[in-house]
């Protein structure tokens, strides 16, 4: 018998949050709030889904309701994934070893 | 681009965003791990445009609505002050939640784009794995919405709660499985409605009870599941890169939590719950008018400082308020100058959201290597000749460790009192958000500095 490909997707899953788990814990605790703004950024990967959303079916600047939720849902997420980036990066500049006594 | 090229593309992305979190594990390379996310997100998007291959007139509107979205969240980046990124977090996360459930509607509109069968005939087990991505994202979107706004001091701080409100919420959750089954059952679009306003309602009602000062544990909670919701859509697009995003920000937000909740010694249903902070007030009712306090100003606190020879500074989120930051780092610089030795101790849950106080720090310019967590540093104070806390009050309170009677006995608090001296500055004596008085403010070390943070903090630079 075949195995559903669902098993698999679902062994992904599981074992994403075990590296996530290991992942995190290592992530030292003063740049807990990077973590949170990268990870912020990464889940919206989800725009991966609203592109397909947004091209669905459309050839003639028809657009059914379907497309345009995922029109909005690009907007949505791109605000995520441009704003959550940059503020990391904007963030992580900051953390910077002082010289000492200049 | 073929359906296998693209899943092993979007394995790539997965395991870039992997790389990314992984190198939070230290300052030196947490910028190259960004970038790995940065990449990571850049195949994900371009192997979706290649794989739809549907270059007609609707790729110029999705490429500016792209850019729309991109624009703002550039100007939002770069102007957003670094006291604000907790509201900022919580915006970003109901952004998350807002369009998982836009995917989600659009795939139930419109299944045949997806490959999920056709309208009114959308495959099971798409079916049930859309409605967790849409529940999800609707409790992250409007839960996320409702920090924001508390978070903003838009929407009162305090807890909001009403009767029978945990027996409302439970019965509410289960209506959630019991639409999911109807909706499985006759694919009538009514339940998939109905499924989300009652996903709505949830989020909301879930963080209005919870008050301000729990909300490290409300961002984190958020963000584990925006990641759950990712997921969930992951599940529903056969996207290896959701997936495993999905996993990743989903474990990394309960770790967060988990951490947070230790951090005040409650447990993960307790802050959920909710209402701390509105009952406690009767054990704060113990005569305080009658204890005598020790009260100083800018110059006081600038003689003892220049004596001493160690100084710890314990920030808390009354510094974020006064964006004292700055100042702070001034009065440090100068200490310095005097041949001080000057530390940094951060509580696990001081400011809004993890890792708040160290941003800010790190803003001001403080090197990393002179800010500790407190397991680190709270041996030291027995040795230093100064404590100077500045806007943190319950992470201090010796009460959580010899007053079984206390609300917030047995969380870990740093030993400030073990220090020659304690300088507190505080705007005036009242308790803070658990609502418990604080013992310290009233030992025979302790000197009271009633201002403004970053005034007093500049004022005691002037004395130095």
New interface residues.
């Given amino acids: 018998m075949e195995i559903d490909?669902?098993i698999f997707?679902l062994s992904?899953?599981?074992l994403?949050?075990f590296?996530?788990?290991y992942?995190?814990?290592?992530?030292?605790?003063?740049?807990?709030?990077?973590?949170?703004?990268?990870?912020?950024?990464?889940?919206?990967?989800?725009?991966?889904?609203?592109?397909?959303?947004?091209?669905?079916?459309?050839?003639?600047?028809e657009?059914?309701?379907?497309?345009i939720?995922?029109?909005?849902?690009?907007?949505?997420?791109?605000?995520?994934?441009?704003?959550?980036?940059?503020?990391?990066?904007?963030?992580?500049?900051?953390?910077?070893?002082?010289k000492k006594d200049k | 681009m073929s359906a296998n090229l693209s899943a092993i593309f979007?394995l790539i992305?997965?395991v870039l965003?992997?790389l990314?979190?992984?190198g939070?594990?230290?300052?030196e390379t947490?910028?190259q791990?960004?970038f790995f996310?940065?990449l990571?997100?850049t195949i994900?998007?371009t192997?979706?445009?290649l794989s739809?291959g549907?270059f007609?007139?609707?790729?110029i509107?999705?490429l500016i609505?792209?850019?729309?979205?991109?624009?703002?969240?550039?100007f939002?980046?770069?102007k957003?002050p670094?006291t604000a990124?907790p509201e900022?977090?919580a915006g970003?996360?109901s952004?998350?939640g807002?369009?998982?459930v836009?995917?989600a509607?659009?795939?139930f509109?419109?299944p045949?784009?997806?490959n999920l069968g056709s309208p009114g005939s959308i495959k099971l087990?798409s079916l049930i794995e859309m409605s967790i991505g849409a529940a999800i994202g609707a409790i992250t979107f409007s839960g996320s919405i409702i920090a924001f706004l508390k978070l903003q001091g838009i929407m009162s701080g305090s807890p909001i709660t009403f009767k029978g409100q945990h027996l409302f919420n439970a019965l509410l959750l289960i209506s959630i499985v019991a639409l999911t089954y109807l909706l499985c059952s006759t694919q009538s679009s009514n339940f998939f409605w109905i499924l989300l306003v009652v996903s709505f309602l949830i989020g909301f009602l879930l963080i209005i009870p919870i008050g301000g000062a729990d909300m490290p544990v409300v961002?984190?909670m958020l963000?584990s599941y925006?990641?759950w919701?990712?997921?969930g859509?992951?599940?529903?697009?056969?996207?290896?890169?959701?997936?495993?995003?999905?996993?990743?920000?989903?474990?990394?937000?309960a770790?967060?939590s988990y951490?947070m909740c230790k951090g005040m010694n409650r447990s993960f249903f307790n802050v959920i719950l909710g209402g701390f902070g509105a009952s406690e007030q009767s054990a704060s009712s113990r005569d305080k008018e009658h204890r005598p306090i020790k009260s100083g100003n800018a110059e006081d606190a600038a003689f003892l400082m220049k004596n001493a020879s160690s100084v710890i500074i314990v920030p808390g989120y009354g510094m974020a308020v006064a964006q004292a930051q700055h100042a702070l780092r001034e009065m440090v610089d100068t200490l310095k100058k005097n041949d001080i030795k000057v530390t940094y101790a951060?509580h696990?849950v001081a400011g809004r959201?993890?890792?708040?106080m160290?941003?800010l720090l790190?803003?001001a310019?403080?090197?990393?290597?002179e800010?500790f967590?407190l397991e680190e540093i709270n041996n030291d104070f027995a040795n230093a000749d100064v404590a100077f806390v500045i806007g943190a009050n319950d992470v201090t309170n010796p009460a959580a460790k010899n007053d079984p009677q206390s609300p917030i006995y047995g969380m870990p608090v740093l030993d400030v009192e073990k220090c020659k001296s304690v300088l507190f500055v505080k705007r005036s004596l009242s308790p803070g958000y658990a609502g418990i008085d604080n013992d310290l403010f009233y030992k025979e070390n302790t000197l009271m500095l009633f201002a403004d943070a970053k005034k007093m903090t500049e004022d005691i630079t002037k004395n130095l």
């Fill in positions: 490909p669902f997707r992904i899953f599981i994403s949050i590296i996530g788990y992942v995190v814990w290592s992530v030292t605790p003063s740049l807990h709030t990077p973590l949170m703004s990268v990870t912020n950024a990464i889940s919206s990967v989800i725009i991966v889904g609203a592109i397909i959303a947004g091209l669905a079916g459309n050839s003639d600047n657009f059914t309701i379907s497309n939720l995922g029109l909005l849902a690009i907007s949505l997420a791109a605000v995520n994934i441009f704003g959550g980036f940059l503020v990391t990066q904007r963030m992580l500049q900051m953390y910077k070893k002082k | 979007y992305s997965g965003f992997i990314a979190l992984r939070l594990s230290s300052p947490s910028r791990g960004n996310g940065i990571g997100m994900a998007i192997v979706t445009f739809v549907n007609s007139s609707g790729l509107y999705v609505f792209l850019l729309i979205g991109g624009l703002v969240g550039a939002i980046a770069y957003i670094m990124m900022l977090v970003f996360h952004l998350v807002l369009s998982a836009l995917v509607v659009s795939a509109l419109n045949e784009a997806f087990a961002i984190s963000n925006s990641g919701a990712a997921a859509i992951g599940f529903t697009l056969e996207n290896s890169a959701l997936i495993i995003t999905g996993a990743l920000v989903g474990s990394s937000g770790i967060l951490i951060i696990p959201m993890p890792g708040h160290n941003v790190a803003e310019n403080v090197s990393y290597d800010v967590e």
